[in-house]
């Protein structure tokens, strides 16, 4: 009887100090309408990184699932996933915020209400981004996988984050894009709507070059290239006279529009080819400068080695 209440006096000064540190950790502060304690504070963090988990977990498993689902579009199913994401991730803040410091709705529609404010003076283009977020997510004017080009970039959607997109390039570049650039201002996707795309390479020839045989060359040059359709057919147009040339442009069609770098590369090589084959030449810009009111003494100055060579020629006695 007696080691048993020994013990127990033991025991007593450890209960007595982790019911301090217990009423430590309880014990609430009040600010205003704000009612926070360091176990509150705690319970609100877990259950944001239990949130976190949560979304990833549940995002990576709506991926697999719908990954079977092939009649479902890859950028719809990114676009719910990642629906799906930000609505737990938001649930889930919500509740930690009400777990540390017991707020209710209305002290939560207080508190966005002033920071939409900061977010209109001071923070105008992150909102701006964060809003043509969703306007790609939900009206998909541009998808993962899309081949766009933006200004003087071009590359593939990889993907669409909360704020920004990032645009992989030929070279492996990661180029990251605000959302609103991509909403707001001007952007070529090869990718949207009907899969085929034409094609326009333009071509200058000499002025005194036989326009059938050009248009057969150049229909010609465009047979049997990769990606390039045969339905429609290709098409030369004849534009305009130019300055120094006869200005011509080829049509063709692909359903690999992201490869139309490619594709035009292959098809210059085939005409530089049968052009020098077939004697049709390019053009280049001359100019040509008539002096007037030149001294008769300085003139010889003037002429190339050759042109004096003829000039004595001429004037060479029989």
């Not at 019911?19 to 259950?47: C, E």
């Not at 306007?135 to 704020?163: A, K, M």
């Amino acid at each position: 009887m007696f080691v048993q209440l020994t013990s127990i006096s033991l025991l007593l000064p450890d209960t007595a100090f982790l019911a301090r540190i217990w009423a430590y950790l309880t014990r609430q502060f009040t600010f205003g309408r704000i009612t926070v304690s360091v176990s509150s504070v705690i319970l609100g963090v877990l259950v944001l990184l239990l949130t976190i988990l949560i979304s990833r977990w549940s995002s990576i498993l709506i991926e697999r699932r719908l990954a079977n689902r092939r009649h479902i579009d890859p950028g719809l199913r990114y676009t719910i996933c990642r629906l799906v994401k930000y609505v737990i991730v938001t649930v889930g803040l919500l509740v930690a915020l009400k777990q540390a410091f017991a707020l209710d709705l209305t002290s939560i529609a207080v508190i966005f209400t002033a920071l939409s404010v900061g977010i209109g003076f001071g923070l105008q283009y992150i909102a701006a981004d964060i809003a043509s977020g969703f306007i790609l997510l939900f009206e998909r004017p541009i998808r993962i996988g899309d081949r766009i080009t933006i200004g003087e970039d071009e590359g593939d959607v990889q993907s669409i984050n909360l704020r920004t997109t990032i645009v992989t390039t030929n070279d492996r570049i990661a180029i990251i894009v605000p959302n609103s650039k991509l909403v707001s201002q001007r952007v070529v996707n090869w990718s949207y709507g009907d899969p085929r795309a034409r094609i326009s390479i333009p071509i200058g020839v000499a002025d005194d070059s036989d326009i059938e045989l050009v248009t057969q060359t150049l229909i010609e040059a465009s047979r049997g290239v990769s990606n390039v359709l045969e339905e429609p057919k290709p098409r030369v147009q004849f534009l305009k006279f130019g300055d120094y040339s006869l200005d011509f442009r080829l049509l063709v069609w692909t359903n690999q529009p992201r490869r139309h770098v490619q594709i035009r590369s292959d098809i210059n090589y085939r005409i530089a080819r049968l052009f020098r084959e077939r004697e049709i030449r390019i053009p280049y810009p001359t100019q040509e400068f008539l002096l007037k009111g030149i001294p008769r003494q300085l003139e010889p100055s003037l002429l190339t080695d050759n042109d004096l060579a003829d000039n004595t020629a001429v004037q060479k006695p029989q």
